[in-house]
Nanobody, 121 residues
Framework: QVQLVESGGGLVQPGGSLRLSCAAS????????MGWYRQAPGKQRELVAV???????NYADSVKGRFTISRDNAKNTVYLQMNSLKPEDTAVYYC???????????????WGQGTQVTVSS
């Protein structure tokens, strides 16, 4: 069974940094894309950053220049380095991936359980 497990959230002061990690585990044939979304209280879930297997990236305008997504293919892990954090970055951050399980013939969307990021002084 494929799972995504996130780590790295927490409380940080404005201007600080955090790095989120998300590891995919289970019987995996291939991973097409991995990315991060976030959902603040009372708001819809939004894309933060996504990294396609070919190496292309896409970022929300609000995080460009501050956040960097990267991936360790050998570990099936995606990272989100968040710098210059602002109070408006406060949200639950979710990892997402398009994965083809070893026993199936197409890609499926998987989600992590979410990790809280709070930016406050």
């Amino acid at each position: 069974q494929v799972q995504l497990v996130e780590s790295g959230g927490g409380l940080v002061q404005p201007g600080g940094s955090l790095r989120l990690s998300c590891a995919a585990s289970g019987s995996i044939f291939s991973i097409n894309a991995m990315g991060w979304y976030r959902q603040a209280p009372g708001k819809q879930r939004e894309l933060v950053a996504v990294l396609i297997s070919a190496g292309s990236t896409n970022y929300a305008d609000s995080v460009k220049g501050r956040f960097t997504i990267s991936r360790d293919n050998a570990k099936n892990t995606v990272y989100l380095q968040m710098n210059s954090l602002k109070p408006e970055d406060t949200a639950v951050y979710y990892c997402s991936a398009k994965i083809r399980p070893a026993t199936l013939s197409r890609l499926y969307d998987y989600w992590g359980q979410g990790t809280q990021v709070t930016v406050s002084s």
